[in-house]
Nanobody, 122 residues
Framework: QVQLVESGGGSVQAGGSLRLSCKVF????????MAWFRQARGKEREGVAR???????RYRDSMKGRFTISQDNAKNTVYLQMDNLKPEDTAMYYC????????????????WGQGTQVTVSS
């Protein structure tokens, strides 16, 4: 059975940092694309960062320079380092997997974790 399990969320003050982890259980780690999405209350789910099997990364413009996605293939784990957090970063953060890293559309990602909450206070 395939599972994506996120951890590392929490509450921080503006300007602080958090590192999210996504552990992949099962055989999907051979997929081409791992990504982080987030969904704030009352808003649509949006892509944050993605990484392909070659290690190439893409970010939403508002996250560039603040967020860093990485992966440890030996541990079947994907990370999201978030620095200089802002109150508008408050959201549930989800890990997802897809066959290809060509889109930010959530519907293209077939595997999802349960999410981890990030709350940033001013």
């Amino acid at each position: 059975q395939v599972q994506l399990v996120e951890s590392g969320g929490g509450s921080v003050q503006a300007g602080g940092s958090l590192r999210l982890s996504c552990k992949v259980f099962g055989s999907i780690y051979s997929t081409q694309c791992m990504a982080w999405f987030r969904q704030a209350r009352g808003k649509e789910r949006e892509g944050v960062a993605r990484i392909n099997s070659d290690g190439d990364t893409r970010y939403r413009d508002s996250m560039k320079g603040r967020f860093t996605i990485s992966q440890d293939n030996a541990k079947n784990t994907v990370y999201l380092q978030m620095d200089n957090l802002k109150p508008e970063d408050t959201a549930m953060y989800y890990c997802a997997a897809a066959d290809w890293c060509t889109t930010w559309s959530p519907s293209s990602f077939g595997y999802w974790g349960q999410g981890t909450q990030v709350t940033v206070s001013s």
